[in-house]
């Protein structure tokens, strides 16, 4: 009688197996793809088989999801999915705010922003999203100007004032970290700081506030919103079990939004 509990048990698990829905996750290692990973057995345990896979880019996850290779985009912020939709032709959605990554700048060289010298170098994302974050964080710490800082997309053209004449060189948000030995300083989003050791908190010279806009968003396409693996993928994501799992894991410098 046991052998035959012991295999149906079995069977019942290797059928729950067979027929889970298998879901793709696009993500940016960290702490996209960290977070992933932590919620994987509780999606699982609702019969859900989890695929992560990983993107350094920001634009590649979202054609993926557009050209429906993945079923879910955990690697960008609320206005960028925006400007992408406008931009690229997506059709991505909000399906809820999970957290928010608080942008720094970063120097080996000064230990305040008042020591940057005249004709400094300033290295900065190229996304439009991050570029006018970055913008708009130099232009609190007192560093630049900007014709208007409530605007919705700025580029270094929409700086007015430079009184040290700083030059700006954008690139690849990826690479900032490993710009920061040939900057004065560098203005790099906290996925890529983490990811590259550093601690936004201890480590940056200046840090924006934990109020920041720029919320990090769970994404699928329009038309996906309302499946129930979006509604549970959702619910999972945003349980006080993953905000402690943040807080716990990342400190200040990642903060949950829900």
Known sequence: MKKLLLTSIISGALALNLYAQKLIVGATPVPHAEIIEFIKPDLEAKGYEIEIKEFNDYIIP????????????????????????????????????????????????????DEL???????????????????????????IKLAKSDAEFLTTLDVVENPKKLNFITLEPASLPRSIKDTDIAIINANYALEAGLNPK??????????????????????????????DFKEIITSPKVRKFIEEKYSSAVIPAF
């Open 117 to 143: 010298k005249d004709g400094a170098k300033v290295t900065l994302p190229n996304d439009v999203s991050t570029e006018t974050r970055s913008l708009k964080l130099l232009e609190k710490a007192g560093v």
């Open 62 to 113: 979202a054609l993926t999801l557009e050209a429906g290779e993945i079923d879910f985009n955990f690697s960008i912020g609320l206005p960028y999915m925006k400007e992408l939709n406008k931009t690229k032709g997506t059709h991505m959605v909000n399906l809820t705010g999970v957290h928010i990554e608080p942008l720094g700048i970063y120097s080996d060289k000064i230990k305040s922003l």
């Open 202 to 231: 201890n480590d940056s010279i200046f840090l924006e506030d934990k109020d920041s806009p720029y919320l990090n968003v769970l994404i699928v396409k329009e038309g996906d919103e309302n499946l129930q693996s979006s509604k």
